[in-house]
């Protein structure tokens, strides 16, 4: 009985005039975990960008008298005058939830950026290099090898001291490492269906290059292109901890979830908590934005019944 | 079949000002004096739909570090037929003979390495790609395999539909087409919306079908169209391509490896041997009368549903020769059994020996000793065996 209204439910649905991106979402929802992900990131997202109302201290000033009784004490309040530092402090005095807040202005914009732009540039270049195949392909494959052939470290040190440290050195420099591998995968996947029978079918009816490209190859993609991108969107916050840690990034005093981590390194045994905050807000945008990914390529696949 | 050109004309009445008129008269196509054994009698007024001369399809082969082409695999090498309008032309021959290549370039799927294809009296192969774009509305090609020929991600209206959108039909023109070919092979127009991992195999190559019919095209290549079907469904599919080819006055490129389907759609049946056409005539004539050794040799091997009956098969000797490095001469002499010197000195003429039957259309082969394979009865023999004909 219960499969039977299960049946109508769906021929009811289905016989409905749907939108595309409306059965898109019902199907997306019916991931519980995505949907809490979507939650999360969208509350860490929304918390960030208004870190300006909320936050109580400025995240770059050391606090008034705090030192050693505040940090990594979490709830501590200034006898003094009364100021609450919910998280504590970390060991200079500054308040750390005010931190992370600021902090994941710059993770997760970078996180989120980087992860498009490579998404973008590496799909147009992988499309491409598959598609057309002979010529076209090997230039654009020696130019990946190349690119995967550069030492990231020296690398990023020469790239600087030209740019110049900051934000958008680190998306500069994290894009233009991140692309290759993108380009690799979706170039493998174009291969393997450029030959299929749709696509001969297609050209058959009159379709363009493009039309082929876009319409037929890309979306049978997806999914390779959005499990490298939810991957890369951890890669890249974490990266950018390390790019910041060497100082060509986010530097002092400056927060972003990676440098707050990276600081607290000498002082971790005393203060383990204070670890843990930006390690666990990490965490919990990769896991999420996983979810995310798998639900949103379940999403498109028309093969899966959900 | 009807070889009306007329008829073909009025019945598509969307068709634009621009599109490709056939030629009142395929003999009189400025080509004519190149196709010389191309098949006709010389100056006929037959209307051909297609006339493929000469046709060269050959694939590089590259290897070692530089990629450098070290050989060539010559799929289609030198093949001359001509499609009548309204007629089914059956295309047989073994895995790796060339048959489906043929397919693909006499379409512009490939590009030929060589050779002229053509359609409706224009030279595909001069054709740029706007002019291309407008002929493929004139041809359209259904696959053998149902699964890889729909885009798994598209609903199987739009796939249907795809052509129209390309050459700019209306919204209203498109939804009410794709609703009637629907329809017309046989599924409900509200299927339009389902995805095609939701039809099973023979509905799926319906759905081929009535993506091929959408624009109303004049002639089809039907690749293998019922290979990978069910034997209850090859039936049925080919009754629809029968049915349809009476409705829209189709004409098709039928190819295939079974020789019963081939002999039951088939007007005329040409054989291909390596890339080559071994012989061409009218499917009663070949099935009667073979006299190209290798079809004599395909024909021996068609099996008779009966396990009592015994009968002498000519049994080839090894495999086909590489299509790298072909043969000299007539490519068959390696497994022949009627193999001379001459055979792999001289490559056969594909010459008109004459039918048995005065009316039918001219019979071609590829063979020097053409004149002397006459087979005592090997189609008869085949047919008393079975009591009736050999149709499905």
Request: aromatic share 6%.
């Amino acid at each position: 009985m219960a499969v039977a209204t299960t049946l109508d439910r769906e021929q009811i649905a289905s016989a409905k005039e749907e939108s595309q991106r409306s059965v898109i979402w019902r199907r997306f929802r019916k991931h519980k975990l995505a949907v809490v992900g979507l939650g999360i990131i969208g509350t860490l997202t929304l918390l960030s960008l208004t870190a300006q109302l909320w936050t109580p201290y400025d995240p770059t000033v050391p606090g008034f008298n705090s030192g050693v009784q505040a940090f990594a004490n979490p709830g501590y309040s200034n006898p003094s005058n009364g100021d609450i530092y919910i998280m504590g402090t970390d060991n200079i005095g500054r308040d750390v939830l005010s931190r992370l807040a600021y902090g994941g202005q710059i993770s997760l914009s970078v996180g989120l950026l980087c992860t498009l732009l490579v998404a973008i540039i590496g799909t147009i270049v992988g499309a491409i290099s598959g598609f057309f195949g002979g010529f076209v392909d090997t230039v654009l494959m020696r130019i990946v090898d190349l690119v995967l052939s550069l030492p990231f470290l020296p690398m990023l040190l020469a790239l600087s001291i030209v740019l110049g440290p900051g934000y958008w050195t680190i998306v500069i420099i994290l894009t233009a490492f991140g692309w290759p591998g993108t380009s690799r995968l979706v170039r493998g996947s174009v291969l393997s269906l450029r030959n299929l029978d749709f696509v001969e079918a297609t050209r058959a009816l009159g379709a363009s290059n493009t039309r082929i490209i876009t319409r037929h190859l890309l979306p049978n993609s997806l999914a390779p292109i959005i499990v490298d991108a939810t991957l890369n969107v951890g890669g890249f916050i974490v990266a950018e901890s390390s790019v910041s840690f060497l100082g060509f990034g986010i530097s002092e005093p400056a927060s972003s979830w990676g440098n707050i981590l990276a600081g607290l390194e000498d002082v971790a045994r005393q203060a383990p908590l204070q670890l843990i905050w930006p390690g666990l807000l990490i965490f919990l945008t990769v896991l999420s934005i996983n979810f995310i990914g798998d639900a949103l390529r379940d999403a498109l696949d028309p093969r899966l019944k959900l | 079949m009807a070889t009306n050109a007329n008829n073909v004309n009025e019945l598509d009445n969307r068709e634009p000002a621009d599109a490709i008129k056939p030629s009142e008269n395929g003999a009189n196509t400025p080509v004519q004096h190149i196709t010389g054994v191309g098949g006709g009698v010389t100056g006929d007024s037959t209307d051909y739909i297609m006339r493929v001369q000469n046709l060269k399809k050959y694939f590089p082969v590259r290897g070692g570090v530089l990629q450098r082409v070290v050989g060539q695999v010559k799929a289609v090498d030198g093949v001359n037929f001509d499609v009548r309008r309204g007629e089914t032309l059956g295309l047989v021959g073994e895995s790796g003979c060339g048959k489906t290549t043929v397919g693909r370039t006499v379409l512009r799927l490939l590009n030929p390495t060589g050779g002229n294809v053509l359609f409706e009296g224009r030279d595909l192969t001069t054709l740029n790609a706007g002019e291309m774009k407008k002929t493929r509305r004139n041809m359209q090609i259904i696959f053998q395999d149902p699964y890889s020929s729909l885009d798994p991600r598209v609903p199987i209206g739009q796939s249907v539909g795809e052509g129209l959108l390309i050459h700019g039909f209306s919204r209203e023109e498109r939804e009410q087409t794709v609703r009637d070919m629907l329809k017309r092979v046989g599924l409900h127009p509200e299927h339009a919306r389902r995805y095609p991992h939701e039809f099973s195999g023979g509905q799926r190559q319906r759905i081929g079908i009535a993506r091929a019919l959408t624009m109303h095209p004049s002639f089809i290549v039907a690749d293998e169209p019922v290979s990978a079907l069910d034997v209850s469904i090859q039936s049925q599919v080919l009754n629809i391509l029968k049915d349809l080819q009476q409705e829209f006055k189709l004409t098709y490129l039928f190819i295939a490896h079974n020789l019963s389907v081939v002999e039951h759609i088939s007007d005329r049946v040409g054989v291909m041997y390596l890339g080559k056409m071994a012989e061409l005539a009218d499917r009663d004539e070949l099935f009667n009368n073979p006299r190209h050794p290798y079809t004599q040799a395909l024909l021996s091997a068609i099996p008779i549903p009966d396990p009592r009956i015994r009968r002498d098969r000519i049994i080839l000797k090894g495999d086909v020769p590489s299509p790298l490095n072909p043969p000299s001469g007539c490519r068959f002499h390696t497994r022949c059994w009627l193999a001379q010197q001459i055979c792999s000195d001289q490559e056969p003429e594909w010459r008109d020996i004459g039918s048995e039957n005065a009316t039918a259309h001219p019979h071609l082969v590829a063979c020097h000793f053409a004149e002397q394979t006459k087979v005592k009865g090997l189609a008869n023999e085949i047919k008393e065996q079975l009591g009736t004909d050999t149709k499905v």
